[in-house]
């Protein structure tokens, strides 16, 4: 029986070769008898064993390799096809190490430790493994390292060094392989590639596009696509980062500097609400290239190819005089004397209910907190007169973040999505479920639009009435949800940018009310709300609410850099004030514009989408006369005769203090509180409008005034939306 047969599995261990001479029927059984191996977040250790590695002594985990063992012990192996974060392939041989008793050298990568193993890893024997097979990858490479893009960077150069021969044996002619088109971010020599498959493990199991693979066999093998495409993933920049050679490398980067020409500070991503960790290579005043730093409970070692590419978009429609539009629809030049005084003159002038805000997307806690001091002079509350915010509070900070974190994502068993797309709100996050469904068989279901998110989920519907349905426990995934142990919605913020964003909110605080979504028992909040600004939980932190005040229409404009703006959100007859960084749609409704620091020109705080506190960096100087978001503020203060209390940027931290002490705590997540009462539903809120729940964004590659700005997002739109988006292909009648 089944029970029998599962035995002999666990005591014996014969795999499914053996089992073939059994029964199908009690095959099946025993597979299905079979447990399945699940994912922790917390290490599991295994019972020590002593190894000897180079004639000392080592205790380590019994679950290591050799490779593993070797690296917690401090003992350098070369390798080129071992990556951390992916699966081992074992191709490139490079990491062979020479084991007591063994016949031959081991491949350190795919080689388990053993209890008493005796590992040499400097013998004459390994050393001559290594040199051998570095003669056999260095015998088809091309000999171009001057004009390599990845020279000084480079695996290859580095370990041939110590490893290689002085001259090599063979003279034949060196194969030549035809590159391929990947697209405008990918440049391909792939006469230079080794084969070590990184990018095909990376394109599978990190970014979910199983497109790319080897064909041929031997001399003819090649990395490719087998049918010409491109390779459309939000992640593809990151195959240049595991390239161990310069096969593939960085096209808008491609022969524009070398690394030791170039100085780094370390940041943050505001593309996505993630805040992906980052760091910014620049060359006097300008921004070369931006790269991924590691941050484990964030984006691991990834990034998206905006965040990675759209940097070129600060270069161009940049805003450096303040100006003044005249009578004929131009602009003319100002000091910022005149600027300031002409704006403050115009502030005085109203007060209260007649003056509005409006906070952009890449707004600063610095900024944000001057903007609502100046604002509270003048007894003005109004923060937010577009009529597509999200429809969120400030009340509770449980309310309005992304309560289970990032990394939480590894421990959920099922997931529902609400009215929002991973794949291109936040495609770093994307690839964590992605990583969930295959490592502990995470189970997601998704209302709204169905889009391929590259892991298959459960479509429940694309109407908000499936979530009515759910709310009210009608449904059967309520079934699903009930029987979770660490369920988690999330829900997008654009969907709450809807007429009925408020209910839909409300529909899903009944769900994680009715559900064990919030389990306090378990020290479990799967209450989530994904942001699609990095600047939102800012402005929420120190209480600055997304929900329109007030229907009056203002007189008095005051955008501070938001440039996704509705033509009827601004009226005909107000005064409209821009600071910010670009000439994009904001600027369009301006009769003063201010020029402002970008996020890559100035030392400032953000937060991220759940709740973590983190520090932009200045890494060049802004262009022209402008200056940082706070810095403005304050100065337009005097004019107005309302001087706010601080002059640099410690005193205004200060007060940022006063407001919300968390927001000093760097790269820490301050524990939210009454997470019950944040996700209670509350009463009189509007009714749902049963419609589509739609995909918000059409362009991927142009959602704010910087991507908009940027000649690479440009390029990639053209090459890639006919290809991804539905609106963007070309239609045929017949």
Request: charged share 25%.
């Amino acid at each position: 029986d089944r029970r029998r047969v599962h035995g002999i599995i666990e005591k014996t261990g014969i795999g499914k070769r053996m089992l073939k001479s059994l029964s199908k029927s009690l095959f099946r059984q025993a597979l299905a008898a079979a447990p399945r191996k699940g994912f922790h977040a917390s290490r599991r250790y295994h019972a020590e064993i002593e190894i000897f590695i180079d004639g000392r002594s080592f205790k380590c985990d019994n679950g290591l390799t050799i490779f593993q063992a070797c690296h917690e012990a401090g003992v350098v192996i070369p390798r080129f096809c071992y990556h951390e974060r992916l699966s081992v392939a074992g191709n490139c041989r490079m990491c062979l190490v020479e084991v007591e008793r063994a016949p031959k050298p081991v491949a350190a990568c795919a080689a388990q430790v053993a209890p008493g193993m005796r590992i040499n890893t400097a013998s004459e024997k390994t050393r001559i493994a290594r040199g051998g097979v570095m003669e056999f990858l260095l015998a088809n490479h091309p000999l171009d390292c001057p004009i390599c893009d990845q020279g000084g960077e480079c695996d290859l150069q580095d370990i041939s060094q110590v490893y290689g021969y002085r001259q090599g044996r063979y003279m034949e002619y060196k194969r030549s392989v035809e590159d391929k088109n990947f697209g405008p971010l990918i440049a391909t020599i792939m006469t230079r590639c080794i084969h070590c498959t990184r990018c095909v493990r990376f394109a599978e199991e990190v970014a979910g596009y199983p497109e790319l693979g080897t064909t041929g066999r031997g001399k003819a093998t090649e990395i490719g696509t087998y049918i010409e495409k491109m390779i459309t993933s939000e992640l593809s920049g990151n195959l240049v980062d595991v390239c161990p050679v310069g096969a593939l490398t960085n096209a808008p980067y491609a022969f524009t500097s070398r690394p030791w020409e170039l100085k780094s500070v370390e940041s943050i991503d505001l593309m996505d609400s993630l805040g992906s960790a980052m760091q910014i290579d620049f060359r006097g005043a300008e921004i070369m290239r931006i790269l991924p730093r590691v941050h484990e409970e964030i984006n691991e070692e990834w990034i998206s190819d905006k965040g990675r590419h759209a940097f070129d978009g600060l270069k161009k429609q940049r805003l450096t005089v303040p100006l003044r539009r005249n009578p004929d629809g131009g602009f003319s030049e100002l000091t910022w004397q005149e600027a300031l005084v002409e704006v403050g003159r115009k502030m005085a002038e109203f007060s209260g209910p007649d003056m509005g805000a409006i906070i952009g997307e890449f707004a600063d806690v610095e900024g944000i907190v001057a903007l609502r001091d100046l604002f509270h002079r003048f007894d003005c509350e109004n923060f937010e007169i577009r009529s597509n915010a999200p429809k969120l509070n400030a009340d509770l900070r449980a309310g309005y973040l992304l309560n289970s974190r990032i990394a939480g994502i590894d421990e959920a068993d099922v997931l529902l999505l609400v009215g929002v797309n991973p794949r291109i709100d936040a495609p770093v996050f994307n690839a964590r479920i992605l990583k969930a469904t295959r490592r502990n068989n995470l189970k997601v279901a998704v209302i709204g639009s169905p889009a391929d998110l590259t892991y298959d989920y459960l479509h429940l519907g694309s109407t908000t009435r499936t979530l009515l349905e759910i709310a009210e426990g009608r449904h059967p995934f309520c079934g699903r949800l009930a029987n979770a142990k660490l369920p988690m919605v999330i829900v997008g913020a654009r969907a709450l940018e809807r007429e009925d964003g408020s209910a839909i909110l409300n529909a899903v605080k009944t769900i994680a009310t009715n559900t064990p979504i919030i389990s306090p028992s378990n020290g479990w909040n799967g209450f989530n709300i994904l942001h699609s600004e990095g600047s939102r939980v800012g402005a929420l932190d120190v209480g600055i609410s997304s929900v329109r005040l007030s229907e009056r229409r203002p007189k008095f404009v005051f955008i501070l850099g938001a440039d996704n703006i509705r033509n009827q959100d601004i009226p005909e007859d107000a005064f409209v004030v821009y600071l910010g960084h670009h000439g994009d749609e904001g600027a369009y409704y301006a009769d003063i514009i201010l020029p402002a620091a970008a996020y890559t020109e100035k030392s400032v705080t953000y937060v991220n989408t759940e709740g973590r506190v983190q520090q932009g960096r200045l890494a060049v100087p802004a262009p022209g006369q402008a200056r940082t978001d706070w810095e403005v503020i304050r100065a337009l203060s005097e004019e107005c005769g309302q001087a706010l209390p601080y002059d640099t940027i410690e005193e205004i931290r200060y007060r940022i203090a006063e407001l919300a002490p968390h927001l000093l705590k760097y790269d820490y997540i301050e524990p939210t509180v009454f997470g019950e009462l944040a996700a209670r539903p509350q009463q009189g809120k509007s009714e749902l409008l049963l419609t589509p729940l739609t995909d918000n964004i059409d362009n991927y590659y142009m959602t704010d005034a910087i991507s908009r700005s940027s000649v690479v997002m440009a390029k990639c739109s053209t090459a890639f939306n006919h290809v991804k988006g539905t609106n963007f292909r070309e239609k045929t009648f017949g």
